[in-house]
């Protein structure tokens, strides 16, 4: 069985980057992991924070791209991969009930449902789905569900083991 994510508002939509889990980092609140990871290609304090005070993730995500020329960190390099790591596993380390929720998914595959969209980026992050057979995916590097997968293995190691 595969796991897919997409919309917040969806029964998975909690896998999201763009889920309302608000995270600490630096002494500093978040809305979402999304906009602190969209701040971290960024060494400005003054665009950071202008990220930060955005209330949603997507206008985070597009105030980021409008200070594009100011990025320190290459979108898609492997720091911006380690930044999304450190971003999700703060959200799940920080939200435990979700963490319960992403352990409990198991060993199944994760994939963030990218269908109907086309950009590089998005492909990158996930995959389409084959309509013909919607539990797999077709194309697309799925770095997301990587995560998830990596983030559940993390928080599956560091759990309390039951004293027996």
Not at 58 to 66: D, F, N, Y
Not at 86 to 94: E, N
Request: a positive charge; glycine letters at 6%; one cysteine or more.
């Amino acid at each position: 069985m595969s796991l897919w994510f997409k919309g917040v508002k969806e029964p998975s939509g909690w896998m999201g980057n763009m889920a309302p889990y608000p995270i600490t980092y630096n002494g500093q609140v978040w809305r979402t992991s999304e906009a602190l990871f969209q701040s971290m290609r960024f060494n400005d304090p003054l665009i950071k924070e202008i990220i930060r005070g955005e209330k949603s993730p997507m206008a985070a995500k597009m105030k980021a791209k409008s200070h594009s020329a100011h990025y320190i960190i290459i979108p898609l390099s492997p720091q911006d991969i380690a930044n999304m790591e450190a971003c999700v596993l703060l959200k799940f380390q920080q939200h435990p009930k979700i963490a319960r929720l992403l352990i409990a998914t198991g060993k199944h595959p994760i994939y963030e449902d990218a269908s109907g969209r086309n950009k590089v980026n998005d492909l990158f992050w996930g995959v389409h789905r084959d309509s013909r057979n919607p539990i797999m995916p077709i194309n697309g590097q799925n770095m997301m569900g990587e995560i998830l997968m990596k983030v559940r293995g993390i928080l599956i190691a560091s759990a309390p083991k039951p004293i027996i």
